[in-house]
């Protein structure tokens, strides 16, 4: 063997260990990026407020506001002169109107801008057809992106 191809130990444990470390944050970057549901994050906002506001939906449908929900026969949306006007142009409520339904939902969709966060806040309002009162209203807010 010539001097030229011997390795010396020290040599060989920094590539060894120089090998782990790349290992190890490579690991570290895939784990976060499933763990962050990357998907949803790369999406334009108009598909992440429909997919965001879809799952809110679903979790709203196992509290006590389900069967006032399940009662909707009209839906009016006001938003303010956000992009949020855009968005709300190009998708659907998730919420079904009935026919027969009680209630008329009014929804108040205003663009949030909270830090380096954005998204949107939604004010649910539930009035009743025959009285004209307004027998519930709740707000949820909806994490979108970052630096919008």
């Known amino acids: 063997m010539t001097a030229n191809s011997q390795q010396s130990p020290k040599s060989s444990h920094k590539s060894a260990a120089l090998i782990l470390m790349i290992a190890a944050i490579a690991l570290l970057i895939m784990g ?10 790369l999406k334009p906002p108009q598909e992440k407020f429909a997919e965001a506001w879809k799952r809110d939906m679903d979790l ?4 006590p506001q389900a069967e006032r929900l399940k009662s909707i026969k009209q839906i009016e949306i006001k938003t303010d ?9 190009q998708i659907k409520p998730p919420i079904i109107e009935q026919p027969s339904g009680k209630f008329k939902l009014a ?3 205003l663009h949030q801008i909270h830090e380096h ?8 309002t539930l009035v ?3 009285s004209g009162n307004t027998v519930d209203e709740f707000a949820r807010t909806l994490k979108l992106g970052v630096y919008y």
Do not use: C, K
């Open 81 to 89: 002169s956000s992009p949020v006007q855009d968005w709300i142009a």
């Open 32 to 41: 976060s990026l499933v763990g962050l549901n990357y998907r949803f994050w």
């Open 60 to 63: 709203i449908m196992s509290t």
């Open 117 to 124: 966060r954005y998204g949107v806040m939604i004010q649910y």
């Open 107 to 109: 929804l108040l969709i």
């Open 128 to 130: 009743d057809l025959e």
